[in-house]
């Protein structure tokens, strides 16, 4: 399969088990954000081969990598665009039978930037029956699990006389229910899964630059850490990770727009 030559299909194996929490039908009409390599494209283009997907993403490399794998896999109900998913250049459609049946985010909703915007979009292109689906990352096993990693983390720079970095942004908690809440949406389903992922595809996977956003780039600083430090960061990483043995878990949601009132 060309996914395993253009490079992260660990997400062809993530979108699978978001479509199983989707109810597809052959002809439906599938809005696509932030399609990437297409790897999830291509499923639903396959599942849904009497219906039409339109796939977007805001790089053009993306979308030729994506154009080129679905091409390859021989489906053309799909239509691809260049576009940012909170500033669509889509038309918002004054009949039902034209708007979408459903809008799926695979592996990409909780890093964007105004997802708000995005989901209060989604509430003019989707049908009044229609759903929005996406999937996100289980880093941790909890909230609390998440916070003590980090709290560790710093007091292992702390001991060592490094100061914080003011430029580490870093990402931000996502609670994806107060989210849809504030968009008008509410969850109707969603479930837990796992996903086999080996150590090498791991590496390559957490070597996406948007995952880069939470490490300390200093030079200066990672240059000259203590062998010390280092293993006491890596010591605090395996102990949050305790479960590391080649699966990732994966949270599957699916929403709906609220009825107005």
């Known amino acids: 399969m060309i996914f395993l030559k253009k490079g992260w299909h660990h997400y062809r194996n993530v979108a699978q088990g978001l479509l199983n929490l989707l109810e597809l039908r052959e002809d439906s009409r599938i809005l696509e954000l932030a399609c990437g390599t297409g790897a999830c494209t291509e499923l639903l283009a396959r599942f849904c081969n009497m219906g039409e997907i339109v796939a977007v993403d805001r790089s053009p490399a993306m979308i030729a990598t994506a154009q080129d794998n679905v091409t390859s896999a021989e489906v053309t109900n799909v239509q691809f665009l260049v576009a940012d998913a909170s500033t669509l250049p889509l038309k918002q459609a004054d009949k039902n039978d034209l708007k979408f049946d459903l809008a799926i985010c695979n592996s990409a909703f ?47 720079y702390s001991k060592y006389g490094i100061a914080p970095n003011p430029n580490r942004s870093g990402r931000q908690p996502f609670n994806y229910r107060e989210l849809l809440e504030s968009a008008a949406f509410t969850v109707i389903r969603e479930e837990t899964y796992e996903v086999e992922m080996s150590a090498d595809a791991r590496r390559e996977w957490r070597a996406i630059p948007v995952f880069q956003r939470s490490i300390d780039r200093r030079p200066e600083i990672s240059a000259n850490l203590s062998s010390e430090m280092r293993q006491e960061l890596q010591e605090a ?25």
């Open 237 to 261: 990483w395996r102990l949050a990770f305790p479960e590391d043995s080649g699966k990732v878990r994966w949270r599957a949601i699916v929403a709906s727009p609220c009825e107005k009132s």
């Open 110 to 156: 909780w890093q964007f930037d105004n997802a708000l915007r995005v989901l209060q979009d989604l509430q003019s292109l989707l049908k009044k029956e229609g759903e929005f689906g996406f999937s996100r990352p289980l880093w941790f096993s909890s909230d609390e699990a998440r916070d003590q990693f980090r709290k560790e983390v710093q007091e292992i």
